[in-house]
């Protein structure tokens, strides 16, 4: 039964909520409660995502708060108990454009002066390593060993056990339906199954943040965004250890998905919406771009494809952190689709902004919402 009390409410059971909750807890803040509002925890944009983690980031936050998450998803199941299937297979990223060189030539340059040691590659050396690429276009390109991908839903439900574990509850089919503000501060949340009392809430709702912000006055520029993923039938042709292959002009991707292939592609020109089913016209352009690339798939038959929504911010950055004007409201919502990989990091950082009355470990001042009164700046470039 829903609690009348609790220390601090999460409203959303994705994997930057259950992170939040074991990240409180494990400090000691056990009187957490996590609402979810569907059947299970994980099954938004957390369990639809392709579970990329990489440190190739533009911005030194990412870069920071991204290293320090690849440590976490190397000792996940010495920390949660959980196998989060995380397999280092890394990240390539092809540039075919001057202008995506020097961003990149910038971007590498402080990755490794941050302690992120990518690689940077010529097409023959491209060539010599992965001699399925096609890479008459290509102009140089960036790789990182330690980079590849996990399996978000482990990883969500992993956070959401070992949370459990320390005392957290977790509610499904719960959905928080107002917040109650009083004098300035948070003092409760309604859901259809009572009112929960409390000082403190955390949105991580993920592409719903801003119907949450709404609940308390707070407008969130978060906007979804619908983005598709398709699968192949087994193909052993190429190596299981493909790593994570971004064709960066093109918004273009794949990677080894068990046996098969998973692609897929961001349609740039889509507006924002709730859409969530798959187009299957689009699947052909985006084998069409991949037999570009990888000839080889030509010979590759999809066999299931999906959508789930980037929650998109005006510069590709999160908010996280304290919502100034409204004491007791905390976010993390608006990652871009790089909210999986920095959910570790996330986590930690919603933590000490509740308990210790801001971050201590990464200088989240990019991050804070006020940024958006002015005029915005560049943000994030490596988006995908
Ligand atoms: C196709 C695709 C590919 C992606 N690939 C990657 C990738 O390779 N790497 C990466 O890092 N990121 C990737 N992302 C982005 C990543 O998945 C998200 O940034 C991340 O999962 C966000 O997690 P979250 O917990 O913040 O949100 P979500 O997983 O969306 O969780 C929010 C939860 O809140 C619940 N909720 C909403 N409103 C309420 C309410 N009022 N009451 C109760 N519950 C509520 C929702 O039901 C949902 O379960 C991808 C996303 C997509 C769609």
Redesign the pocket.
């Known amino acids: 039964m829903l609690p009348k009390t609790a220390d601090v409410v999460i409203?959303?059971?994705?994997?930057?909520?259950?992170?939040t909750a074991y990240h409180l807890a494990k400090r000691g803040c056990t009187d957490v409660v996590v609402?979810?509002?569907?059947e299970g925890?994980?099954?938004?944009?957390?369990?639809?995502?392709?579970?990329?983690?990489?440190q190739q980031f533009s911005t030194a936050v990412n870069i920071r708060m991204a290293r320090h998450s690849v440590q976490v998803f190397e000792h996940f199941q010495e920390i949660t108990g959980a196998d989060p299937g995380f397999h280092q297979v890394g990240y390539l990223f092809l540039l075919t454009t001057p202008e995506d060189v020097a961003l990149f030539h910038r971007s590498v340059a402080l990755q490794r002066e941050l302690g992120v040691n990518t690689e940077w590659l010529t097409p023959e050396e491209l060539t010599a390593r992965w001699p399925h690429l096609a890479v008459d276009d290509v102009l140089a390109a960036t790789f990182n060993a330690r980079d590849g991908?996990a399996d978000?839903y482990a990883v969500?439900n992993g956070f959401a056990a070992a949370a459990r574990r320390l005392g957290v509850r977790i509610f499904l089919q719960?959905?928080?339906?107002d917040i109650i503000v009083e004098g300035g501060a948070v003092r409760g949340v309604v859901?259809g199954q009572g009112k929960i009392s409390t000082p403190a809430v955390v949105n991580?709702?993920?592409?719903?943040?801003r119907?949450?912000g709404q609940m308390v006055g707070v407008d969130l520029p978060v906007y979804p965004y619908?983005?598709?993923?398709f699968v192949t039938a087994p193909f052993p042709k190429l190596p299981r250890t493909t790593p994570?292959t971004i064709d960066f002009a093109y918004n273009w991707y794949f990677r080894p998905e068990g046996e098969g292939l998973l692609t897929?592609m961001s349609d740039l020109a889509e507006p924002s919406s709730f859409n969530m089913t798959v187009d299957w016209n689009f699947m052909v352009k985006v084998i069409e771009h991949g037999i570009r690339r990888v000839p080889l798939f030509e010979e590759a038959e999809v066999v299931r494809g999906?959508?789930?929504?980037?929650?998109v911010t005006p510069d590709d950055q999160p908010v996280i952190g304290a919502i100034p004007g409204v004491e007791g409201f905390y976010c993390?919502?608006g990652?871009?689709?790089?909210?999986?990989?920095?959910?570790p990091a996330?986590g930690l950082t919603l933590a000490e902004c509740i308990l210790d009355g801001g971050p201590q470990t990464f200088d989240i001042a990019e991050f804070a919402l006020e940024r958006f009164a002015g005029q915005v700046g560049v943000g994030e470039e490596h988006v995908?």
């Open positions: 409203i959303g059971g994705g994997v930057n909520g259950l992170s609402l979810e509002k569907e925890l994980a099954t938004q944009t957390t369990g639809l995502s392709v579970g990329g983690i990489r991908y978000p969500a719960t959905e928080a339906t859901t991580t709702a993920g592409p719903w943040a119907a949450v619908r983005r598709q993923v994570m897929g999906w959508a789930g929504l980037y929650e993390a919502v990652f871009s689709g790089h909210g999986f990989m920095l959910s996330t995908i």
